[in-house]
């Protein structure tokens, strides 16, 4: 943070450049120098603009509700894997909110839709690859690399034609008087290409774009949802908290608002609570430019610096009883008391994740409109968690609905 300049370029995991980008890094997550400047100057612009988190935050209502009333009210007192129930809601959350379009995930007849297939393939059979003895797929083309990249063109193509499909609806919109268009995400990046020599990107640097926030905007904040739903299971007290925190805030079951997200202060407390169990990220990486000092230690120029969330999060040095679930320890008091950058999962400095903010507002009026209505019961202990690119839950999350009396 004190010498930010010097680490704003993202380290790449080896073989990630050559397998998902064809050895050139683009898009929002890896990509680096002036195109990662621009690209992420514009995209967040339109983040940061009221029209898109409005926008963002009625969808996360609607399909919640969508979720809670049409599909999870028949089910009370069955058992749900709730970490996949998550999965398809954050996917058609950005399928409205960021591109305009449906993509009925969550009433899939298998459960599953075609980009997630495609994005869960291609996130573990790239560290199949990669971490293979013998790295054969550098010089040729073998099963596993030619998997990635079927996987891979699939979802580029699913993307294109989202861009195009969007620009389409864009024509016939500009006929129409503005506040009856929509403020989706790539609406808005198309806008602001159309308007500005500076946002003029092709279509590929914006299918890029999309990439990145397909798999952000889904896989990550359905990894902070699914764990906070079960540490918040194996806790009757921290629900009870939540209940009494939601009856004052939104009386009635009333639905939450934008205004709402911020007064919901011990909803907070849990999700960062279970963030520092639970990052969706397990390794945050950066290259130093030139060589540095930090906390004694020498850094040379291009080093590649890795920070784990995950580490931090249970180091007795930062945290008393690590392992234990206990949402007060960030109340303000709390807080206070630590050192700023002992909870990062979401990053810091000039390349902390453009998403945090939604992500959040997304997680909390998920986490609040489930809790006026259910409750949930574990059917199991312990979590067995993965890290690969994302969270993982290895022993799956089932777990049986109870509907709030």
């Not at 500005?196 to 904040?221: C, P, Q, Y």
């Not at 009757?236 to 997200?261: K, S």
């Not at 986490?367 to 993982?392: C, G, H, N, P, W």
């Amino acid at each position: 943070m004190s010498n930010s300049r010097n680490y704003l370029d993202r380290w790449t995991p080896p073989g990630f450049q050559l397998l998902l980008y064809d050895g050139n890094l683009r898009g929002l997550v890896f990509s680096q120098g002036r195109y990662w400047m621009q690209h992420r100057k514009v995209v967040g612009s339109v983040f940061r603009s009221p029209d898109f988190l409005n926008h963002y935050v009625e969808t996360v209502i609607d399909k919640t509700a969508f979720l809670i009333h049409r599909l999870w009210q028949p089910k009370a007192g069955t058992v749900l894997n709730v970490h996949q129930e998550m999965r398809m809601l954050t996917l058609d959350i950005i399928g409205a909110a960021a591109f305009g379009t449906e993509f009925g995930a969550m009433t899939s007849t298998d459960g599953t839709h075609e980009i997630e297939t495609c994005l869960s393939n291609i996130l573990h059979g790239v560290l199949d690859v990669i971490t293979s003895p013998v790295p054969l797929w550098r010089v040729m083309r073998t099963p596993g690399r030619a998997a990635i990249e079927n996987d891979l063109n699939r979802l580029q193509q699913i993307e294109l034609r989202l861009i195009q499909k969007r620009r389409e609806e864009l024509r016939r919109e500009g006929t129409q008087p503005e506040d009856t268009s929509k403020k989706d995400l790539l609406g808005l990046l198309l806008r602001a290409r159309d308007s500005s020599r500076s946002a003029n990107f092709k279509d590929e640097d914006l299918m890029w774009d999309v990439h990145d926030v397909i798999f952000a905007g889904h896989e990550t904040t359905a990894s902070a949802l699914a764990a906070a739903l079960f540490l918040i299971a194996g806790k009757p007290r921290v629900l009870r908290n939540i209940q009494q925190e939601l009856e004052e805030v939104l009386p009635e079951g009333r639905t939450p608002t934008i205004e709402d997200i911020s007064k919901l202060k011990y909803l907070d407390m849990v999700l960062n609570e279970s963030l520092r169990l639970y990052p969706p990220t397990a390794l945050i990486g950066r290259c130093a430019k030139a060589e540095d000092t930090i906390a004694g230690y020498d850094i040379p120029a291009g080093a590649n610096i890795l920070m784990s969330p995950y580490v931090m999060g249970r180091l007795e040095q930062l945290w008393d009883n690590p392992e234990e679930f206990r949402p007060e320890r960030f109340s303000p008091e709390e807080v206070a008391k630590r050192h700023p950058m002992s909870h990062t999962p979401f990053g810091a400095g000039p390349r902390v994740c453009l998403g945090a903010r939604m992500a959040t507002m997304e997680a909390k009026v998920v986490l609040a409109m489930i809790f006026q209505k259910f409750s949930f019961e574990r059917t199991q202990d312990k979590l067995e968690v993965d890290y690969d690119s994302t969270v993982s839950f290895k022993s799956g999350m089932d777990m049986v609905i109870r509907r709030v009396p």
